[in-house]
């Protein structure tokens, strides 16, 4: 049986025109894997977008508008590989094969990061960019296109594993 999630956090960086860049983040509401084997390895990340937070609780509105939170309410990686790349000590890079669906638009994803391995369990760590144009999001823009935010985010996943 895998290792429950103890822990897991997704954060998502965002540029903004003419006001201030800010960071979001959002618990995971659900993650697991299956597999002893790395390069075998499946499992699944969810959050819900109704519990996105950016610090400001009208920004978070018009991004869950944006993103139609209400007819799309979680986003889901599905994990189906593992490609393994350097170790080093109980520590080894990866890139992550899957499926992300957003606003109900799944694509193909790689993602670049780390597995620490522990005993019962491991960490997950990785970082990549995400246009949300290709999910068929229009990003926010307020006051007559004055303040417009950047379709390209960066997305940092941290994910614990353990009893």
């Known amino acids: 049986m895998p290792a429950p999630l103890q822990s897991g956090v997704i954060t998502f960086a ?11 983040r959002v618990d995971v509401s659900r993650a697991e894997f299956h597999g002893t084997n790395l390069a075998a390895v499946t499992g699944v990340v969810e959050v819900r977008l109704a519990e996105m937070r950016t610090g400001i609780g009208l920004r978070d509105t018009h991004m869950r508008n944006a993103m ?6 979680v ?3 599905e994990l189906e ?13 990866a890139t992550f094969r899957g499926a992300l669906t957003i606003h109900g638009v799944a694509r193909a994803v ?4 780390w597995v620490m391995l522990r005993s019962p369990g491991a960490e997950v760590h990785a970082s990549f960019p995400v246009d949300m144009r290709e ?3 229009t990003p926010p823009s307020r006051f007559l296109g004055a303040v417009r935010v950047d379709p390209m985010t960066t997305i940092t996943v941290h994910l614990v594993f353990g009893s």
């Open 14 to 24: 965002m540029r903004a025109s003419t006001v201030n860049d800010f960071v979001g």
């Open 135 to 137: 999910y068929g999001i």
């Open 68 to 73: 139609r939170a209400d007819s799309f309410p």
């Open 110 to 113: 790689r993602v670049p990061g």
């Open 75 to 77: 986003i889901r990686f």
């Open 81 to 93: 590989g593992l490609d393994v790349g350097a170790t080093h000590a109980d520590t080894l890079t």
